[in-house]
């Protein structure tokens, strides 16, 4: 039985007004992923154009979500930072898949239904076979690991069934190819070509709520920018936001319990929770029994020194777009290496003629 090397993948969209949900739920947590796996990290700009993106702001969001990641702490040297639309074999393998993948599969894609919305015949194909890509992403790697919020669990399932699904129907022509092999992620075995991904989730702060709704997800999407710390927020626009952040006449409690039915309290406090490195039990000892005029100068000094370098550096990197665009070019090139061999595979194993050169 062979331990296939465990990889991370995950990406985050380039579609502007980076935010506090973003780096909480997901750049914060790749940070430590470093020290454990190899690891890519992707700036999903073909994802973005599932919906119309503004060709200028588009360019301008995907240099800002490379800043963010390298001014929070991701490696582009030891590890592949790059947008996707440089490495073809994303597009080209999110076909392949789409050809494995069944029409009922992504019928049941919760998020395509709240993306199209009512009118979802006026959606693009491309939203709709979101999930494929997603899929391809991952794959191309062969990556056994992917840092996910909640949101996005089902379509990491999906990713499971398509290499489940391609390993079956092909397991014969793998098997006479020699390119499939017993093989193990964690403690799951899997016979065929491709793993099947495991997903990392967790921290105090995984999903991240309104500051003006404690039942919504922050979202760059929200009329209000009160309901949103942006990651290039100045230190007393970050200040003003948690001032003004929705919250009830109650103290805070000492135990977790005491937040069940109180959304806005529990948000606040995983805010704190996740920027401090600690869990949301400690934070409620130290501030159980607290008013909200206490507790919220705590967490926006907490948050402003937690920020604040990061939105420095990220201002100096986008100063200076030649050198984030000699990262991602590096980091294609990289990314690239590694995806070729594993696209030739799958055409081979397809049937294709002319799969290797």
Request: with cysteine; proline share 5%; aromatic share 6%.
């Amino acid at each position: 039985m062979t331990k296939i090397q465990e990889r991370v993948f995950s990406g985050i969209q380039p579609t502007g007004n980076l935010h506090l949900g973003n780096y909480l739920g997901a750049i914060k947590n790749f940070v430590p992923l470093q020290d454990q796996y190899d690891c890519i990290f992707c700036v999903v700009d073909l994802h973005a154009i599932t919906n119309w993106q503004d060709p200028v702001e588009l360019a301008d969001n995907i240099r800002e979500v490379t800043a963010a990641y390298i001014a929070s702490g991701i490696d582009p040297k030891k590890h592949i930072v790059f947008n996707q639309s440089q490495v073809v074999q994303h597009s080209e393998l999110a076909w392949l898949f789409n050809c494995v993948a069944r029409m009922g599969w992504l019928n049941r894609m919760t998020q395509f239904k709240e993306k199209a919305g009512k009118d979802r015949e006026k959606a693009s194909v491309g939203l709709f076979a979101y999930p494929s890509l997603m899929a391809a992403d991952i794959l191309a790697y062969r990556a056994t690991h992917v840092p996910v919020g909640e949101d996005q669990k089902q379509h990491l399932e999906l990713t499971r069934d398509i290499a489940q699904k391609f390993n079956n129907d092909f397991s014969s022509r793998i098997e006479a190819l020699g390119l499939g092999e017993p093989m193990t992620v964690g403690d799951e075995q899997v016979q065929g070509y491709f793993p099947l991904t495991e997903p990392l989730i967790g921290g105090p702060a995984a999903r991240v709520m309104s500051l003006r709704d404690g039942s919504k997800k922050m979202s760059k999407s929200d009329p209000s920018d009160l309901s949103r710390i942006v990651m290039t927020d100045d230190s007393d626009l970050i200040a003003k936001k948690i001032r003004k952040a929705k919250t009830d006449a109650d103290a805070l409690p000492s135990e977790l319990d005491g937040l069940q039915g109180r959304p806005e309290a529990e948000n606040l406090v995983s805010i704190f929770a996740a920027l401090a490195d600690r869990d949301k039990a400690s934070v409620l000892q130290e501030f159980g029994g607290a008013q909200f005029g206490t507790f919220k100068p705590a967490l926006a000094e907490l948050a402003v020194e937690t920020i604040g370098p990061i939105t420095g550096e990220m201002r100096r990197l986008q100063a200076e777009p030649a050198e984030i665009d000699a990262i991602l070019a590096d980091g294609a090139d990289r990314a690239r290496a590694i995806a070729e061999p594993i696209l030739a595979d799958v055409k081979e194993i397809i049937g294709f003629i002319g799969a290797r050169r």
